[in-house]
Protein backbone atom coordinates (compact mmCIF):
# COMPACT_ATOMS: atom_id res chain seq x y z
CA UNK A 1 0.00 0.00 0.00
CA UNK A 2 0.90 3.81 -0.91
CA UNK A 3 2.12 5.98 1.56
CA UNK A 4 -0.52 8.34 -0.09
CA UNK A 5 -3.05 5.87 -0.87
CA UNK A 6 -6.87 7.69 -0.81
CA UNK A 7 -5.33 10.68 -0.48
CA UNK A 8 -6.11 13.90 -2.62
CA UNK A 9 -3.15 16.43 -3.50
CA UNK A 10 -2.42 19.38 -4.90
CA UNK A 11 0.85 20.70 -6.48
CA UNK A 12 0.68 23.76 -8.43
CA UNK A 13 3.59 24.65 -11.20
CA UNK A 14 3.74 20.96 -11.68
CA UNK A 15 3.38 20.98 -15.72
CA UNK A 16 7.55 20.51 -15.72
CA UNK A 17 10.83 20.36 -13.39
CA UNK A 18 10.13 19.62 -9.62
CA UNK A 19 6.45 20.03 -10.03
CA UNK A 20 6.25 17.10 -12.40
CA UNK A 21 8.51 15.12 -10.36
CA UNK A 22 6.55 15.56 -7.06
CA UNK A 23 2.90 15.06 -9.15
CA UNK A 24 4.69 11.29 -10.24
CA UNK A 25 6.12 10.47 -7.02
CA UNK A 26 2.67 10.88 -5.23
CA UNK A 27 1.24 9.03 -7.70
CA UNK A 28 3.28 6.40 -7.81
CA UNK A 29 2.39 6.53 -3.91
CA UNK A 30 -1.44 6.14 -4.66
CA UNK A 31 -2.27 9.28 -4.46
CA UNK A 32 -4.93 11.42 -6.22
CA UNK A 33 -3.19 14.00 -7.78
CA UNK A 34 -3.84 17.58 -9.12
CA UNK A 35 -1.62 18.60 -12.06
CA UNK A 36 -2.08 22.75 -11.76
CA UNK A 37 0.09 24.80 -13.88
CA UNK A 38 -0.70 27.69 -16.19
CA UNK A 39 0.70 26.04 -19.15
CA UNK A 40 -2.21 23.95 -19.93
CA UNK A 41 -0.36 21.53 -22.84
CA UNK A 42 2.76 20.89 -20.03
CA UNK A 43 0.14 19.88 -17.37
CA UNK A 44 -1.73 17.70 -19.73
CA UNK A 45 1.04 15.68 -21.00
CA UNK A 46 2.31 15.49 -17.17
CA UNK A 47 -1.03 14.50 -16.25
CA UNK A 48 -1.11 11.92 -18.84
CA UNK A 49 2.03 10.33 -17.44
CA UNK A 50 0.33 10.44 -13.97
CA UNK A 51 -2.27 8.50 -15.57
CA UNK A 52 -0.07 5.67 -16.51
CA UNK A 53 0.75 5.18 -13.21
CA UNK A 54 -2.59 4.74 -11.82
CA UNK A 55 -3.32 7.73 -10.02
CA UNK A 56 -6.68 9.96 -10.58
CA UNK A 57 -5.49 13.25 -11.98
CA UNK A 58 -7.33 16.81 -12.41
CA UNK A 59 -5.89 19.19 -14.89
CA UNK A 60 -6.39 22.96 -13.87
CA UNK A 61 -4.80 25.66 -15.31
CA UNK A 62 -5.30 28.52 -12.44
CA UNK A 63 -2.99 31.09 -12.33
CA UNK A 64 -2.14 30.82 -8.41
CA UNK A 65 -2.40 34.83 -8.64
CA UNK A 66 -5.78 34.50 -8.71
CA UNK A 67 -8.09 33.91 -6.21
CA UNK A 68 -11.03 33.23 -8.37
CA UNK A 69 -9.34 30.49 -9.92
CA UNK A 70 -7.66 29.16 -7.35
CA UNK A 71 -10.84 28.82 -5.40
CA UNK A 72 -12.62 27.13 -8.00
CA UNK A 73 -9.36 24.47 -8.41
CA UNK A 74 -10.08 23.71 -4.95
CA UNK A 75 -13.64 23.29 -5.18
CA UNK A 76 -13.34 21.17 -8.63
CA UNK A 77 -11.02 18.66 -6.73
CA UNK A 78 -13.11 18.36 -3.80
CA UNK A 79 -16.10 17.86 -6.00
CA UNK A 80 -13.72 15.23 -8.58
CA UNK A 81 -12.18 13.65 -5.54
CA UNK A 82 -14.10 13.90 -1.90
CA UNK A 83 -11.17 15.89 -0.27
CA UNK A 84 -8.32 17.79 -0.43
CA UNK A 85 -4.83 16.33 1.68
CA UNK A 86 -2.67 17.95 0.79
CA UNK A 87 -0.87 20.93 -0.81
CA UNK A 88 2.43 21.46 -2.96
CA UNK A 89 3.13 25.34 -3.38
CA UNK A 90 5.17 24.69 -5.83
CA UNK A 91 4.62 26.87 -8.57
CA UNK A 92 7.11 30.06 -9.03
CA UNK A 93 8.71 32.54 -10.95
CA UNK A 94 12.34 33.26 -11.11
CA UNK A 95 14.30 36.18 -12.25
CA UNK A 96 17.94 37.06 -12.23
CA UNK A 97 17.99 41.05 -11.64
CA UNK A 98 20.40 43.99 -10.35
CA UNK A 99 19.93 45.87 -7.80
CA UNK A 100 19.34 49.43 -9.23
CA UNK A 101 17.95 48.08 -12.50
CA UNK A 102 15.11 46.27 -11.66
CA UNK A 103 12.66 46.09 -14.39
CA UNK A 104 9.19 47.48 -13.80
CA UNK A 105 6.78 44.61 -13.61
CA UNK A 106 9.91 41.82 -12.32
CA UNK A 107 8.73 42.62 -8.67
CA UNK A 108 5.44 43.10 -8.88
CA UNK A 109 5.11 39.79 -10.59
CA UNK A 110 7.46 37.67 -8.63
CA UNK A 111 5.03 38.86 -5.52
CA UNK A 112 2.37 38.00 -7.15
CA UNK A 113 2.87 34.52 -7.98
CA UNK A 114 5.72 33.56 -5.05
CA UNK A 115 3.90 34.70 -2.40
CA UNK A 116 0.11 35.97 -3.12
CA UNK A 117 0.11 32.43 -4.80
CA UNK A 118 0.89 30.43 -1.78
CA UNK A 119 -1.29 32.59 0.33
CA UNK A 120 -4.17 31.86 -1.91
CA UNK A 121 -3.78 28.54 -2.48
CA UNK A 122 -3.64 27.74 1.54
CA UNK A 123 -6.26 30.28 1.70
CA UNK A 124 -8.98 28.18 -0.43
CA UNK A 125 -7.39 24.88 0.70
CA UNK A 126 -7.31 24.97 4.79
CA UNK A 127 -11.36 24.77 4.94
CA UNK A 128 -10.83 21.41 3.20
CA UNK A 129 -8.02 20.09 4.56
CA UNK A 130 -9.04 21.20 8.23
CA UNK A 131 -11.35 18.28 7.82
CA UNK A 132 -9.17 15.35 8.31
CA UNK A 133 -6.07 17.26 9.13
CA UNK A 134 -3.22 17.15 6.18
CA UNK A 135 0.01 18.53 5.09
CA UNK A 136 0.94 21.68 3.34
CA UNK A 137 4.70 21.74 1.59
CA UNK A 138 6.13 25.36 0.88
CA UNK A 139 8.80 25.74 -1.97
CA UNK A 140 11.26 28.46 -0.62
CA UNK A 141 14.94 28.76 -1.42
CA UNK A 142 18.69 29.38 -0.68
CA UNK A 143 18.52 32.44 -2.40
CA UNK A 144 16.35 33.48 0.88
CA UNK A 145 19.69 34.08 2.79
CA UNK A 146 21.17 36.64 0.47
CA UNK A 147 22.21 35.96 -2.60
CA UNK A 148 23.71 38.71 -5.69
CA UNK A 149 21.39 39.24 -8.17
CA UNK A 150 18.25 37.11 -6.25
CA UNK A 151 17.42 39.69 -4.28
CA UNK A 152 14.00 39.71 -5.43
CA UNK A 153 13.31 36.20 -5.93
CA UNK A 154 15.02 35.48 -2.36
CA UNK A 155 12.68 38.06 -0.81
CA UNK A 156 9.31 35.96 -1.99
CA UNK A 157 11.07 32.86 -0.52
CA UNK A 158 12.41 34.62 2.39
CA UNK A 159 8.33 35.45 3.20
CA UNK A 160 7.46 31.87 2.06
CA UNK A 161 9.69 30.55 4.99
CA UNK A 162 7.88 33.35 7.19
CA UNK A 163 4.61 32.05 6.18
CA UNK A 164 5.66 28.34 6.53
CA UNK A 165 6.96 29.02 10.46
CA UNK A 166 3.46 31.05 11.01
CA UNK A 167 0.99 28.42 9.93
CA UNK A 168 2.26 26.06 11.26
CA UNK A 169 1.66 27.40 14.36
CA UNK A 170 -1.63 28.42 13.37
CA UNK A 171 -3.02 25.52 11.99
CA UNK A 172 -1.44 22.99 14.49
CA UNK A 173 -5.17 23.02 16.79
CA UNK A 174 -6.32 21.60 13.37
CA UNK A 175 -4.03 18.88 12.54
CA UNK A 176 -2.79 20.31 9.69
CA UNK A 177 1.26 20.29 9.28
CA UNK A 178 3.20 22.57 7.39
CA UNK A 179 6.89 22.76 6.21
CA UNK A 180 8.72 23.56 3.64
CA UNK A 181 11.50 22.13 1.20
CA UNK A 182 14.94 24.25 -0.15
CA UNK A 183 15.86 22.40 -2.44
CA UNK A 184 18.52 22.75 -5.81
CA UNK A 185 17.89 20.55 -9.13
CA UNK A 186 18.42 20.83 -12.58
CA UNK A 187 15.44 22.09 -14.08
CA UNK A 188 14.67 25.12 -16.30
CA UNK A 189 14.42 27.73 -13.77
CA UNK A 190 18.26 27.01 -12.96
CA UNK A 191 19.43 27.13 -17.03
CA UNK A 192 18.66 30.87 -16.67
CA UNK A 193 20.86 31.14 -13.68
CA UNK A 194 23.73 28.81 -15.19
CA UNK A 195 23.94 31.10 -18.45
CA UNK A 196 24.66 33.64 -16.97
CA UNK A 197 27.07 32.52 -14.71
CA UNK A 198 25.72 32.95 -11.12
CA UNK A 199 27.78 31.16 -8.59
CA UNK A 200 26.78 27.89 -6.85
CA UNK A 201 23.77 26.78 -8.54
CA UNK A 202 23.47 23.40 -9.10
CA UNK A 203 22.20 22.28 -12.20
CA UNK A 204 23.10 18.54 -12.13
CA UNK A 205 21.04 17.04 -9.39
CA UNK A 206 17.80 15.27 -11.12
CA UNK A 207 14.20 16.73 -9.75
CA UNK A 208 13.09 12.92 -9.15
CA UNK A 209 15.63 13.35 -6.01
CA UNK A 210 14.09 15.55 -4.70
CA UNK A 211 10.58 13.79 -4.31
CA UNK A 212 10.99 11.79 -1.52
CA UNK A 213 11.73 14.37 0.69
CA UNK A 214 7.81 15.69 -0.38
CA UNK A 215 6.62 12.82 -0.13
CA UNK A 216 7.88 11.96 3.08
CA UNK A 217 6.42 15.85 4.37
CA UNK A 218 2.96 15.01 2.66
CA UNK A 219 2.40 11.32 4.58
CA UNK A 220 2.32 10.05 7.97
CA UNK A 221 5.88 9.67 8.45
CA UNK A 222 6.79 12.73 9.30
CA UNK A 223 3.63 13.14 11.52
CA UNK A 224 5.49 14.66 14.25
CA UNK A 225 7.54 17.63 11.92
CA UNK A 226 5.83 20.85 11.13
CA UNK A 227 7.05 24.07 11.04
CA UNK A 228 10.41 23.15 9.33
CA UNK A 229 12.14 24.12 6.59
CA UNK A 230 14.01 21.05 4.90
CA UNK A 231 17.34 21.82 2.78
CA UNK A 232 17.94 19.40 0.20
CA UNK A 233 20.98 20.17 -1.57
CA UNK A 234 23.01 18.04 -3.87
CA UNK A 235 22.47 14.66 -1.73
CA UNK A 236 22.84 16.27 1.60
CA UNK A 237 19.72 16.43 3.72
CA UNK A 238 19.84 19.36 6.33
CA UNK A 239 17.62 21.88 8.65
CA UNK A 240 17.29 25.39 7.55
CA UNK A 241 17.96 27.68 10.65
CA UNK A 242 15.00 29.38 12.21
CA UNK A 243 14.62 32.58 12.25
CA UNK A 244 14.95 33.92 16.17
CA UNK A 245 16.13 36.74 18.41
CA UNK A 246 20.17 35.52 19.62
CA UNK A 247 21.50 36.08 22.61
CA UNK A 248 22.87 38.20 24.76
CA UNK A 249 20.64 40.62 25.33
CA UNK A 250 22.65 44.20 26.40
CA UNK A 251 19.58 46.48 28.30
CA UNK A 252 20.56 49.93 29.14
CA UNK A 253 18.42 52.72 31.22
CA UNK A 254 18.70 55.25 28.81
CA UNK A 255 20.13 54.57 25.22
CA UNK A 256 22.56 56.76 23.56
CA UNK A 257 24.09 56.67 20.22
CA UNK A 258 27.42 55.83 22.00
CA UNK A 259 25.90 53.11 24.06
CA UNK A 260 24.17 51.50 20.76
CA UNK A 261 27.98 51.03 19.52
CA UNK A 262 29.28 49.73 22.02
CA UNK A 263 26.70 47.55 22.41
CA UNK A 264 26.69 46.61 18.65
CA UNK A 265 30.67 45.87 19.43
CA UNK A 266 29.80 43.77 21.86
CA UNK A 267 26.89 42.04 19.97
CA UNK A 268 29.34 41.45 17.00
CA UNK A 269 29.97 37.61 17.65
CA UNK A 270 26.19 36.91 17.42
CA UNK A 271 26.09 38.70 13.66
CA UNK A 272 25.15 35.93 10.95
CA UNK A 273 26.41 36.28 7.37
CA UNK A 274 24.69 36.46 4.54
CA UNK A 275 24.35 33.81 1.57
CA UNK A 276 25.31 30.89 4.14
CA UNK A 277 23.69 28.25 2.48
CA UNK A 278 25.52 28.30 -1.00
CA UNK A 279 28.64 26.25 -0.83
N1 LIG B 1 15.40 24.26 -9.41
C1 LIG B 1 16.02 24.67 -8.32
O1 LIG B 1 17.22 24.47 -8.15
C2 LIG B 1 15.26 25.39 -7.26
C3 LIG B 1 15.99 25.94 -6.19
C4 LIG B 1 15.31 26.55 -5.15
C5 LIG B 1 13.93 26.62 -5.20
N2 LIG B 1 13.24 26.12 -6.26
C6 LIG B 1 11.79 26.23 -6.24
O2 LIG B 1 11.19 25.02 -6.64
C7 LIG B 1 9.94 25.29 -7.30
C8 LIG B 1 9.92 24.64 -8.67
O3 LIG B 1 11.01 25.14 -9.42
P1 LIG B 1 11.48 24.51 -10.82
O4 LIG B 1 12.94 24.62 -10.82
O5 LIG B 1 10.81 23.22 -11.06
O6 LIG B 1 10.91 25.66 -11.79
P2 LIG B 1 10.23 25.61 -13.23
O7 LIG B 1 10.33 26.99 -13.77
O8 LIG B 1 10.79 24.50 -14.04
O9 LIG B 1 8.71 25.28 -12.87
C9 LIG B 1 7.85 26.24 -12.35
C10 LIG B 1 6.47 25.97 -12.91
O10 LIG B 1 5.54 26.92 -12.35
C11 LIG B 1 4.64 27.31 -13.37
N3 LIG B 1 4.03 28.60 -13.04
C12 LIG B 1 4.60 29.83 -13.12
N4 LIG B 1 3.71 30.79 -12.77
C13 LIG B 1 2.56 30.14 -12.43
C14 LIG B 1 1.30 30.59 -11.98
N5 LIG B 1 1.04 31.90 -11.83
N6 LIG B 1 0.35 29.67 -11.72
C15 LIG B 1 0.59 28.34 -11.89
N7 LIG B 1 1.78 27.86 -12.35
C16 LIG B 1 2.74 28.76 -12.60
C17 LIG B 1 5.50 27.38 -14.63
O11 LIG B 1 4.70 27.35 -15.82
C18 LIG B 1 6.40 26.17 -14.45
O12 LIG B 1 5.86 25.01 -15.06
C19 LIG B 1 9.82 26.81 -7.32
O13 LIG B 1 9.07 27.24 -6.19
C20 LIG B 1 11.24 27.27 -7.18
O14 LIG B 1 11.33 28.58 -6.66
C21 LIG B 1 13.88 25.52 -7.30
Redesign the pocket.
Known amino acids: MGLLEGETIVV ?9 AYVLACAREGASVVV ?4 GE ?1 AQTVADEARSLGAAVLVST ?4 DREQVEAMMDAAVRSFGSIDGLV ?6 DIVDVGQIPAGVPERAL ?3 VL ?1 PVLCTEAAVPHLRRRGGSIVN ?5 QCGMPRLSV ?1 GAT ?1 GAVASLTYAWATELEPDGIRVNAI ?9 TASVAQGLAG ?2 AA ?1 P ?1 EDIAPVVVYLLSDRSAAVTGQVLRFDRGALSVMAHPHVREPMIRCDTWTVDDVAHAVDELRPAFMGAGVVVA
Do not use: C, F, H, Q
Not at 62 to 65: E, H, N, T, Y
Open positions: TGSGRGLGRNDVDEADVGNNAAVYRVNGITSGAYKSPTAGTRMVIDTP
